[in-house]
């Protein structure tokens, strides 16, 4: 019989009748006169307006199902008008989402009982259950099931089961069951690749979750895991409780067991537990909350190990997260803003021997970042703490940065007043840090910027000067060499932003372009103020690049403003396609003219006397949707040698199907080291190899069983010749099963690098067990692909017979 909407009948074929249950036809008579009213008190022309209805639900409502019509279908029919219906050959009985088919079918109407017997088939909001005898009190869903097999619709899953006892409509308990997710294949020998079987399967779909007793795991017929008690996943929703244990080999920790546990508290709160166990070091405690709230939202990370006997002491970490918005109360002032990053270790080694414990960008820095910040209209203010943790290493110390104790900032800017762009920022900041790293005095630094701009901006052009007027002034703990205990200084600048853009259809290769020409040129004056004597609190040099080449500043920061008679000169051309506007490669080269030395600089810096800067040059080209280039080059004129050069491609013709490359090199200058190195990352089917291409299901979904998958990336030193970090591994897709394996080596520093395997099976729609690879995967690898994710959500109205 074809898909068709539940609460719609079909017309039965010829030969066969249709009865209706009387007061059911009478609500659905009722509910149809009352739409017709409703029709006939509308204009002849009125427009067609659709209305929901609770019909077409996902769920059925309880008040709404009993108010349906029940309708019968069969061969032969007897009984009772309003008493008892039998129904014989072909026999079918249908209300609301449920459906009840077989070969007999027999319904008390006072009772609201049916029984069916042979070929018995029942499909309830898309969950069906096929057997030779049912008996069901149809509204509360309460009966039992002869010898069942059974498909859950939101689980994907199928089994069977000696009898299926129904408690309700959320609630059914199965006997001597089994339960997989592993598509049922023609031929009577067939056998899932995974199957769970069980004394007792619960069955609850308002808590989204199955519960095996006396159940037992088996994996290509082989038993893997054994517990009297365990619940899983009907569908993605949270559920409390164990999750799979994950086994890890590292050369550091040994071998490390992990039990955790999964708490949901709320919708909107939860915890983990993860208490581990390593061979080579002990006993460690985890956890982590989570909260989300409408106007704030955070999480907490513990971590503590009461005995490390590698390093013979205790171990601890913490990180805590929060953002949110804080009422004042006051109309006037409105709501402040509120951040808190909070990161901590026990010890200077702990980022060598726990890298997986924090998401920290620098490994061997641990802040602690708290935030308020306000706005209105065109002002905007903030109040900031912040205070690093250093983690040093004797072999190779680190100067740690200034803690901001604290740091106030605040702006006023307007924009097209009277055509002018205006603006002032100031900032009061306490730096302070450990002396015996730094060599300089702490200080407290206020800190003004004016700025005041004219844009011209029109089709073709652009023109925008600019005023600015930079202030500030500092407070020593201590007196500098020269003898004082404070400073100040107060810099101009004076800039010209310019630029042109000419367009122009082409034909290149074969295809229509519209192609851009945009000179641009950018001028800067800000005369010399003495600075060099000046303590550095949180200035660096600018990296050259595209983007910092038209600046004002050749530095970051507030503690120096660089003296500039420069200007930059540089063209880009783009080609688009003229019918959408999309960029499919861009080309520009850009150099600085110095008109006079720069003799500001940083401490241990020098004086620039050249006249032309290094040559800039680059290219980023999208030729079509899988092939995609970019590359720069900083070419010296003076030594007639590039300083950096990058080069990458990306190939990507398909889900799951990408290659990337690069080829980095940077020579020594500018404070940092000199380096090359090379940069592999892939994802790609093995399949391909031997000319079966598979079938793209679409992103989350794979391409179809029996695929084998290469991820990695490999991360080589042409200068130190060897792998500064790598990660290679292999993914089997089974269909309802998924086999990861994954060698991954990280270099923290000149000591011996961690090299760990992880090894994982994804049974889908139950558990994984292992040690889970895919935060790895997805953090290492570029665009890398889940072969599975929740991308469609099963309706019930998909399975209707």
Partial sequence: MPPANFDQPQRPPAGRFVLCHAAGAVAGLALLLAAEGVRAQEPADAPLRLKPSERLTEQVPRDLRSQLPTFFYGQHSSGRPDLETVLEGDAMMRRGDTVIQGDRLEYDQATDLAKAQGNVRINRGGDVYEGPALELKVDAFEGFFQS???????????????????????????????????????????????????????????????????????????????????????????????????????????????????????????????????????????????????????????????????????????????AGVISTGLPVLGNLGFSLNANRVSDNDYWRDFPSTTTSLTDRLRTTDASLGWARGDFSAGLRALKYQTLQDVSAPITPPY??????????????????????????????????????????????????????????????????????????????????????????????????????????????????????????????REQNSLPNYDSGVTDFNFATIYSENAFIGND???????????????????????????????????????????????????????????????????????????????????ERFTVGGR?????????????????????????????????????????????????????????????????????????????????????????RIVVERVQRSNATPNNKIMFQIEFIGLARLGSSPLKTLRDSVPRYQFLREQVTTSSRFGSYE
Avoid at 271 to 298: C, D, H, I, N, W
Wanted: hydrophobic share 35%; aromatic share 12%; with cysteine.
């Fill in 148 to 322: 069942p097999r059974y498909q859950l619709l939101r689980a994907d899953a199928h089994g069977q089961a000696s009898r299926a006892d129904f408690i309700d409509d959320k609630r059914a308990v199965l006997h001597d069951a089994t339960y997989t997710t592993c598509r049922r294949q023609p031929g009577p020998s067939w056998l899932p690749d995974w199957v769970l079987t069980a004394t007792t399967i619960n069955i609850d779909t308002e808590q989204d979750q199955g519960e095996a007793k006396g159940g037992v795991l088996r994996f290509m017929d082989v038993p893997v895991l054994a517990l009297p008690s365990f619940t899983f996943p009907l569908s993605d929703a949270r559920k409390s409780g164990f999750l799979p244990p994950t086994v890890a080999l590292d050369n550091l920790a040994g071998v490390e067991l992990l039990v955790p546990y999964y708490w949901n508290i709320a919708p909107n709160r939860d915890a983990t537990l993860y208490p581990s166990v390593m061979s080579k070091r002990g006993v460690m405690l985890g956890g982590e909350f989570r909260y989300l709230e409408p106007t704030y939202q955070g999480q907490l990370r513990l971590d503590y190990m009461p005995d490390d006997r590698l390093r013979d002491r205790q171990r601890w970490s913490y990180e805590a997260k929060h």
């Fill in 560 to 642: 120096r403003i660089s003296d500039s008679n420069v200007l930059t000169l540089g063209v880009d051309t783009r080609f688009l396609q003229p019918d959408t506007g999309a960029q499919v490669a861009r080309f520009g080269v850009a150099q600085r003219l110095r008109f006079k030395d720069q003799r500001v600089f940083l401490p241990g810096g020098a004086v620039i006397d050249d006249r032309v800067s290094d040559f800039l040059a680059g290219a980023s080209v999208n030729w079509d949707p899988y092939w995609s280039a970019d590359t720069m080059v900083q070419y010296n004129p003076k030594t007639s040698r590039s």
């Fill in 651 to 739: 190939y990507s013709p398909g889900n799951y199907r990408v290659v990337s490359a690069a080829y980095r090199m940077q020579r020594a200058g500018s404070g940092l080291p000199s380096s090359e190195q090379v940069d592999v990352g892939w994802q790609w089917p093995l399949n391909d190899l031997w000319g079966d291409r598979g079938k793209d299901l679409g992103p989350g979904r794979g391409q179809g069983a029996g695929r084998w998958y290469s991820v990695g990336r490999l991360n080589y030193s042409l200068e130190d010749r060897k792998f500064v970090d790598s990660i290679i591994g292999l993914e089997y897709d089974g269909d309802c099963w998924i086999g």
């Fill in 403 to 528: 803690d901001r104790l604290p740091q106030v900032t605040g702006r006023y800017a307007r924009y097209d007043v009277a055509g002018l762009d205006f603006s002032v920022d100031g900032d009061y900041t306490q730096f302070s840090a450990d002396r015996s790293f730094t060599g300089q005095p702490n200080a407290k630094r206020s800190f003004v910027l004016g700025q005041i701009s004219r844009p011209w901006v029109r089709p073709g052009w652009f023109f925008t000067p600019k005023m600015q007027l930079h202030a500030a002034r500092y407070e020593f703990d201590a007196p500098l060499a020269s003898g004082v205990s404070s400073a100040s200084r107060t810099v101009p600048t004076f800039s010209v932003d310019s630029g042109l853009v000419f367009e122009r259809d082409a034909n290149f290769f074969g295809r229509a372009w519209r192609q851009t020409l945009e000179p641009r040129a950018f001028y800067v004056n800000t005369p010399y």
